[in-house]
């Protein structure tokens, strides 16, 4: 998989609500998948599903001892989504720049008084 595609799971991932809440428990500390769910009004299956979506894009582990299934955040691929955020949020910081810049200039310029002659 490709670091493209693999950012694509991660943002996909992040973009439903109820995966955000499951990482921001998570990130207090690992936690059981019934402690996980608990908060939510929904089914064992549907949380399951939640989490392997999670687990495809890296962002948690499990881990299993005796009946017990503990998740763990992983930090690696939200810091991987946050890096290609602020690397393009300075390319666009610069063009808005640029583009102020612009703007500025052409107020400074003295308009063109000729604008009745461009109409005939």
Do not use: C, Y
Not at 104 to 115: E, G
């Amino acid at each position: 998989m490709t670091a493209s595609d693999h950012l694509s799971l991660v943002f996909a991932a992040l973009a439903d609500p109820t995966r955000r809440a499951i990482l921001s428990r998570l990130a207090r500390g690992p936690a059981t998948v019934g402690e996980v769910a608990a908060p939510f009004a929904m089914s064992a299956p549907a949380i399951s599903q939640h989490l392997k979506v999670l687990e495809r894009a890296g962002l948690i582990t499990r881990t299993t001892q005796a009946q017990w299934r503990t998740l763990t955040m992983e930090a690696e691929p939200l810091d991987q989504a946050s890096a290609w955020v602020e690397k393009h949020r300075r390319e666009w910081d610069l063009r808005l720049d640029s583009l102020e810049a612009h703007l500025k200039t052409m107020k400074t310029q003295p308009k063109n008084t000729n604008s009745q002659e461009a109409g005939s």
